[in-house]
């Protein structure tokens, strides 16, 4: 029986429709239980915070999960990642309080929760990047003063436009993605092609 680890997050109800589109049942789940075996599945499912998630499965607690694309750039976890979640799609973007980048070299104060993905989006510009990271809610680091810019998920763009912010720059797109353990892999291959197919059959990974 292989362990699957699904994310708490905003990623969760895109696996769980994956996984029904694919065939499998769910019966029994329960979003409140962090540990739970789904008998006609074949599974055993740990439900875990986005941020760790990776971590599990790279030290083979769980033999596979589903993470957003955000937390494996932040992370750099050494997973087999073979497919991505057409639902749940959203991205990662420059914003600010005016529609525009800062200019070519100037140093600008960067907001973000994500710094090393974003020191990798932001190593090619002209500008330099001073970046910091916030726990909290990014969007108020450009309203405050903190900081000129911030990068963040945008999905629909309700919060930007409460705020009257601007997103300046579509910098990545970010998908849920099914991971697997590399060991997990050769010790399940079968039980791990199947499920990779099925998701594959019912049209909801890319």
């Keep these: 029986m292989i362990r699957l680890a699904l994310p708490k997050g905003r990623n969760l109800s895109s696996a769980l429709d994956a996984l029904r589109a694919a ?101 090619d510009r002209p500008w330099g990047a001073e970046i910091f990271r916030l726990q909290g809610s990014v969007e108020l680091g450009p309203l405050l003063n903190l900081s000129e810019v911030a990068v963040d998920i945008v999905q629909t763009g309700r919060t930007l436009r409460t705020h009257n912010l601007c997103e300046i720059e579509v910098l990545a797109e970010i998908a849920p993605c099914v991971v697997m353990n590399r060991a997990s892999f050769q010790r399940y291959r079968e039980e791990l092609n199947a499920l990779g197919e099925r998701l594959e059959q019912a049209g909801v990974v890319s």
């Design 23 to 123: 065939g499998y049942s769910l019966a029994g789940f329960d979003k409140d239980r962090l540990r739970q075996t789904l008998e006609d599945d074949g599974v055993e499912v740990l439900l875990l915070k986005d941020w760790d998630l990776p971590l599990y499965v790279e030290y083979g607690i769980a033999d596979c999960g589903v993470v957003g694309t955000d937390v494996l750039e932040e992370v750099e976890s050494d997973l087999l990642v073979p497919l991505r979640i057409r639902e749940g799609r959203c991205r990662m973007s420059l914003i600010g309080l005016e529609n525009k980048t800062p200019e070519a070299g100037t140093q600008a104060r960067v907001a973000t929760k994500y710094p090393n993905w974003t020191r990798r989006l932001l190593a």
